[in-house]
Structure formats: structure tokens, C-alpha cells
């Protein structure tokens, strides 16, 4: 019984497909075909993004970030995330493709224009999330960095860097969809300017001091054990970093920024 | 089962304090609200305690672990001579797994605690120290016994009273104890005669160095050789903590003020 069955459907699917041929025309056909190849197009680019981004070790350096936390209460991760998104770009410019295969006036404004944004949509999502993703990630990192230090007023360094990333981002993101931005562009380069003349002035010792510990360090004109004289100080060197050398005298240590060690030269005492 | 908790309230009745080693999180929370003050001593204040007494090596003798903190509260003075402590230490593997009634008296410093917390070079270095002493003496060079003397802190009047034996391998180096081809490097040089010299910070400023201290009044044990005797008599000469692996016995020593501090066995840790 099941054996004279099969013949029979396929019988009825071929006419079918001939009847739909003759009804429809080639072009449905194309369309079909055009809207099967963009499935596969879109699940494989999905996938092929999402495997790219676990083999860059993503999900591994994005652990803990507030986004990758909120992600997985909806049961979901930011590289998923991503992937769906990747598939629904592609599947989306497959159903454009299908739309002017099969000659719908897309001359109509309203789709030109959704046509026209749509990458620039898709880049400005995909800024927006890595943004929102890199901000978090430097929080953390700043906020590691400084976990040694215990004063209320540092907590506001990570937050900071945090909403720069962030101000970046979201800046990136609008201008991609055509935003007018000149006024927040205003503001970022204000916000840069003053971020950049106040930690020259507040860093200037430091810097200076660095530098000239760079050359020390490198050069090491002096080293621990030798007697030096720097100006009025006179004793032997304990200990020297990029900032600062350590200088001990009979009854006291002087701790002498390198800026000022270059300054006043150094007598090396035999 | 009434006969069991007797047993334990006779350890803790009338107790001046709590010394939890090393809780975790939950294990402090269920004491942070208890009626005597509670003390932890871990080698990080990973759970916020008030009152924290830094271990800086993971004493594998329980004895050595209860006296270390005992020590350190004494020094912070939060207990004093006298007072009465349960100690919650773990003699098996991590977790607290037993109580300890301590009685504190004066004749427990040690000066252990005072080794680590109130040398001149930082406790971190005299940690990383220790521990390479002690891989050293554990592994040894290449499987035979070797002998090691390091001198950490004062780098500067240390080697003002020293002479080098040959080429300072270290020179124009920046090599700090604790970075991980240090083990490596430290364990090859061992071959070589003479001390290590460590800054305050840890940076190894030389090898090779003959110490040239004057040995009057070193106070240390007899039987012990020319390296433990210069290492002792240096510390006494400036503020150095020598730290000396025994080529012989294979036990490492520490240094203080021409004192021996702390005699450790490599094979317990």
C-alpha cells in the first residue's frame, strides 16, 4: 500500500509546480529562489559571525560587562546578539532584492529611503552595541586598576571613561544615520580640550620627571649603592623608579623627583 | 549529642576574641555579627573585615599560621597579653575545619610578624623571597641541594658593604623578584658563590656580592656555616632581612638584626 502511495504526491507536486509556473510566471520562481538563497546567506553569515567572534576570544574579554549581564537574563549573549543581527541585515537585503526582482515600484520614496538607511541602520545598531560593550569593558578595567586605592572620589575615573566611550559611540552611531551632530561634535571637542590642558597642567612634574627617569633608567648613570650629590643632597641611592630616586644621608632619605635630579646634575662621589 | 556541643562551648566560653583564618565570604558573614570582635587573617582582606591581619605566607604548620596572627593582632594591639582567642583555622586543606582555644601571652612575639610588616623593603618582596627560598630548597638545582643567601632592603649601604666577586650579572638590569622568569634565573644563578642583593621595591641589583660585615655580636646559632654567619652579621650592620637556604640541611632561615627570626622547613609548604 505505502509502496503505490509515493509515486502519487510527487505526481501531484510536479503539476502543482507546473500549475503555480503557468499561473505566476518565471518570476515568482526567481523570487522564491531569491528569498532561499538569502535564508541560507543570512544563517550562515550568523554563524559565520558568531564563530569568528568566539574564536577572537569575545565573549571571554566581554565577561562581566553590565551589557553581556543583561544579555543573559534574557537568556541570550551579546555574540548571539550580534549573529541575529548580522542575519537580519542580510535576510533584510534579500527581501529587498526579492522586492525589485519581482518590480514593485520602489521608485515610491517611502521604501527608497528605507533602502537607502538600511546599512547605514545596521552599522549604526552594531556601533552603538560594540560601544555600549567597549564602554563597560574599559569601566572595568579602569576600576581594576584603581581598586588599590581606597577614596570615594576615584570611583568616578571608571564611571568617566565609561560615558566617554559611550558620548563616542552614540556620536558615531547618529552621524551614521544622517543626525544633525555638529552641536554634540562642539561639545566632544571641548570636553577633549579641557580633558587634555588640565592633565598637561595637573601632569606637567610628572611627566617632566618621567621623562627624565626614562633616560635614568635606561642609562643608569648612577646605580643602588653609589654616593651621589644632587644639589645639597648628598648620600647613597637606595632605590630608583620611573618618577623618583631614593636618596639616603646619615640621619635621613630624601626622596628626589628625577625632573630635579636632571636639573641640577649629578656629582657621582668615588 | 549534648555531650558533643559541651565539648566545644568548653573551647570557647569566656573567649576575648575570634580569629577566623581565611574565611570565605558566607563563613565571615555568619561571625561579622557575633558577640566578641572578630579578627581575619588571610593573606588578602578579600571579605571587607574590619579588622585584618595580613598573612603573607600560607604557614603550612597550624602552629606557625595561629602564632603568625596572634602576633600581628598583638602588634595592631587589638588583643593584648592575657586575653583568651578561639582561633577557626583550617588544619585540612582550605576550609576552617576546627577551633583552637589560644591563650596570648607575651613570649609569642616571635618577631615573625615583625619580619614581614616592619622590615624596610616591602612585605610583598620579602614574600616573593621567601618563596623562591623556598622552591629552591625544595627542587633544588637540578636535583641536588643547593644553598642561597639573599639580602632584601637597604640595598644601597649593602652594597657599600660588599665587594663584587665577579661581573654583576644584574647590571643596568631591570629585574624585579616575583616576575615569573625570575624563579628560572634565580634558581641558574644560584650556582654562583656569593649573595643576591634586593632593593626595597625587589628589584635585584646584583649578584655575586661578598658581604663585608663586621661580625661582632651576631647573635646565631652555632653549626651554622659561613653563609648563614655573613647573612646574620650584614642585618645587623644595616636594615637588611637576610633570607638563607641551607645547602646542608635545607632548611631557610631569615635574618634580622643579627637575629635569627624564623627557621622554615621547604618540604611543609
Redesign the interface.
Known sequence: MMGFASPLPLQSIGSLVERIVQTAGLRFLGVLAILALGLVLAYTAGSLVQRLLVSFGVPDSIEGTAFERTARDFDTSTVEILSWLTRYFVLGLALFAALSFVGIDYVDRFWGVVIAILPQLFIAILVLIVGIVVGDKVELLVAERFRGVKLPQVSILPALAKYTVFFLAALIALSQVGVAIVALVVLLGAYLFGLIVLSAVAFHDLLKSGAAGTYL?FI?PY???D?IVVGDVQG????F?MFVT?V?AEDREYILPNARVFDEGIGRIR | MAALSELLGDIVTDVDGLFLFTPSHSHYERFEEADVPTVVIAPENTVDAETFVELPLQFQNVKDRIRFGVEGAMEQSIVEAGDTIACNVGIFGGDPDSVVRVRVEENMRSGIYDLFANSRADPGVIRDVFEVAIELGKKGQKGEPVGALFIVG???????KSRPLSYNPF??S?VYVGDPIVNVMLKEFSRLDGAF?I???G?I?SAYRYLEPSAEGVDIPKGLGARHMAGGAITRDTNATAIVLSESDGLVRAFKGGKMILEIDPEDY
Open positions: 633608567l643608569q646605580s643602588i649603592g654616593e647613597v641611592v637606595q632605590e623608579d631614593y639616603e | 637597604d640595598a644601597g649601604k649593602v652594597m657599600n647590571e643596568k631591570h642583593v632593593s626595597d621595591s628589584k641589583v
